[in-house]
């Protein structure tokens, strides 16, 4: 905190606001949505602020980059009406969806790692060779084990789009179609639904394949530990705020 804020007893607005490169109208409308708790007035109706209001601002603006602006106030809206267990439910929740995320990374990762120029040309024994045109739905099923009636969903839901056939009308399955379907079919045997999986495939064909996506891969990394960091510091200034509140 600023050093306006160590120095105890009341605090105007604006020592709040410069404590944190913040406007008074900022540390004002923060009171009003339940993230600071109500101020003291004067006699003249002037809001004065306490120490105390100055940690929970610092642990709202910590928090914020782990969790969001959205479940940064919850959190302390929630911890100022005393209702700590929605408090620290909202906190669970933020780290339940990095969990997610990390093994919805992994997941792209073991995809791509199999989307090997070998595997995708290679069928499977006993099944019809790849056409110089591309695959029809039946033997590409073949190759992997489903059904055809499956890889048709998976065309509704956006995650293959293969062409037709001018003369019969077949859809027809090129490289990167069939690229697709493996790395669809990857990350549905790692219990992902087709919507989790349909924006990741739009990533691939927005790189032109999954190698460019590799190197995105790194800052994929690096975001989710710093997410991870941020909500340790959020967590450490929330903790702070609690003891003082007692």
Known sequence: ???NLQSGG???PIDLARGHGLSTQAVRNYEEAGILPAAD???HGYRTYTPSHARALAAFLALV???GH???TAIMRAVNAGALDEAFRCVDESHARLLEDRRTLQAVERALRDLT???AAAPAPGAAPPRAAGLFIGPLARQLGIRPATLRAWERAGLVRPRRDPVTGYRVYDEADVRDVRMAHQLRRGGYLLEQIAPLIT???AAGGPEPLVGALGDWHRRLSARGRALLSGAAELEAYLRERG
């Open 1 to 3: 905190m600023g050093k």
């Open 10 to 12: 009341q605090l105007r």
């Open 41 to 43: 007035r004067t006699a």
């Open 65 to 67: 980059p782990g969790h």
């Open 70 to 72: 959205a479940t940064a």
């Open 117 to 119: 120029p070998a595997t």
């Open 203 to 205: 990533q691939v064909r």
